[in-house]
Every structure is written in structure tokens, then in C-alpha cells.
């Protein structure tokens, strides 16, 4: 069993910056890789950005490509997205999630969740 707890929501205004935090414990963090998904109302969660186990490898959407950052310290047990250049499309509940062994986009193969953390962008 993984527990995973979001911190860092809030709201912000276009064009600033946010970083979202999870924290996992339970079982050896190193042995799962991570993600972040998103669900903005009205609308399906979706892939946000998903880091392997040694933090070497990392997956984008393209909406978030070159603006968001995922990266983690196994050490500390934690994974960070750092949010640049927010826009009002962001706006959403984000979700941290953990998976054993190789790294994906695919929701479906996560099998750990955090309760979310709201990320209000206003225009």
C-alpha cells in the first residue's frame, strides 16, 4: 500500500507559477514510478506528466510541454510539478499517482492515488 498526499494548490493568476508537492508513504518509493493527472470540471482526468522510478525518464502532455516540470527525490519520498506560464485551461483538481516499475501515461495503470489538490488559474 502507497499513500500519496497533494500540497502546493492554490489559486493563481494567468501567466504565474505554481509547484504541487506529493508526499508517499508506505512501501519503497524508488520502486514505483509517479505521475500527475488532472480533471477540470465537467471533463475526464487526463495525463498530465509521469516520471520513472530513477527520475531519468519523463513524459509530457503536449498542452503542458515545456511549461510544466516533474521531478522526485527518493530520498525524501516525494515528487514535485513545478507549473510555469500558467493559463486559465489548467484549472483543475490535480492528482498524484504511483505505479510499480515502468513509467506511463496510461491512467488506467496506476495503481495508487492521492485525494487532489485544486489548481485555480484566474484570467
Known amino acids: 500500500q502507497v499513500q500519496l498526499v497533494e500540497s502546493g494548490g492554490g489559486l493563481v493568476q494567468a501567466g504565474g507559477n505554481l509547484r504541487l508537492s506529493c508526499a508517499a508513504s508506505g512501501r519503497t518509493f524508488s520502486n514505483y514510478a509517479m505521475g500527475w493527472f488532472r480533471q477540470a470540471p465537467g471533463k475526464e482526468r487526463e495525463f498530465v506528466a509521469a516520471?520513472?522510478?530513477?527520475?531519468?525518464?519523463?513524459y509530457y502532455a503536449d498542452s503542458v510541454k515545456g511549461r510544466f516540470n516533474i521531478s522526485r527525490d527518493n530520498a525524501k519520498n516525494t515528487v514535485d510539478l513545478q507549473m510555469n506560464s500558467l493559463k486559465p485551461e489548467d484549472t483543475a483538481v490535480y492528482y498524484c499517482a504511483a505505479k510499480r516499475m515502468i513509467v506511463s501515461r496510461i491512467m488506467g495503470e496506476y495503481d495508487y492515488w492521492g485525494q487532489g489538490t485544486q489548481v485555480t488559474v484566474s484570467s
Open positions: 516520471i520513472n522510478w530513477k527520475g531519468r525518464i519523463t
